[in-house]
T-cell receptor, first 109, second 114 residues
Framework: SQQGEEDPQALSIQEGENATMNCSYK?????LQWYRQNSGRGLVHLIL?????REKHSGRLRVTLDTSKKSSSLLITASRAADTASYFC?????????FGSGTKLNVKP | EPEVTQTPSHQVTQMGQEVILRCVPI?????FYWYRQILGQKVEFLVS????????KSEIFDDQFSVERPDGSNFTLKIRSTKLEDSAMYFC????????????FGPGTRLTVT
């Protein structure tokens, strides 16, 4: 399979704490994207990082990309209960997106 | 804000029947995708569509699947002879006219094959 993996599979934290999720992928990429999915709903795009970028910020989100290790991380700072969702990375190459297995984040109020 | 819509939200069908899942992408988008998510599992790429033809397809997208953009607004996924293992959420997504740009997902169609 060319799809990547994410860890941890599940993460439970208190509101206000930071959450870090990691993603690994297997092929070379043009870009990598992170998406959020609330239970039973569609995916919402969070942030895109290109293969020539190493770090990107958007509000409380920080994404890093290490193409030599074929890995990325998503950091959510000062988490809120509303951040409770599943988070997926998606690597893009040759008109295909490969989604990771996802991290289920639970932020306790 | 424009959004991707999908119909129906839930489709129940008997094994062997044909189903058509419909999607209305965002109007100025040029890239269209279908994904499948079996309950509790990862999102799986099925097919990408650009300029009225398939750009890429996965191993899952075999001869029982087909996609069509019958008019300027709709994008459909047809499953010719459904199997029990086709039961899943099917998501449509559309993207800006730039390959690899962020995708906007629809809310999904839950397909149940009995």
């Amino acid at each position: 399979s060319q799809q990547g993996e994410e860890d941890p599979q599940a993460l439970s934290i208190q509101e206000g704490e930071n959450a870090t999720m990691n993603c690994s992928y297997k092929t070379s990429i043009n870009n990598l994207q992170w998406y959020r999915q609330n239970s039973g709903r569609g995916l919402v795009h969070l942030i895109l990082i290109r293969s020539n970028e190493r770090e990107k910020h958007s509000g409380r989100l920080r994404v890093t990309l290490d193409t030599s290790k074929k890995s990325s991380s998503l950091l959510i700072t000062a988490s809120r209960a509303a951040d409770t969702a599943s988070y997926f990375c998606a690597s893009y190459n040759f008109n295909k997106f490969y989604f990771g297995s996802g991290t289920k984040l639970n932020v306790k109020p | 804000e424009p959004e991707v819509t999908q119909t129906p939200s839930h489709q129940v069908t008997q094994m062997g029947q044909e189903v058509i899942l419909r999607c209305v992408p965002i109007s100025n988008h040029l890239y269209f995708y279908w994904y499948r998510q079996i309950l509790g599992q990862k999102v799986e790429f099925l097919v990408s569509f650009y300029n009225n033809e398939i750009s890429e397809k996965s191993e899952i997208f075999d001869d029982q699947f087909s996609v069509e953009r019958p008019d300027g607004s709709n994008f459909t996924l047809k499953i010719r002879s459904t199997k029990l293992e086709d039961s899943a959420m099917y998501f449509c997504a559309s993207g800006l006219p730039l390959a690899g740009a962020e995708q906007y997902f629809g809310p999904g169609t839950r397909l149940t094959v009995t």
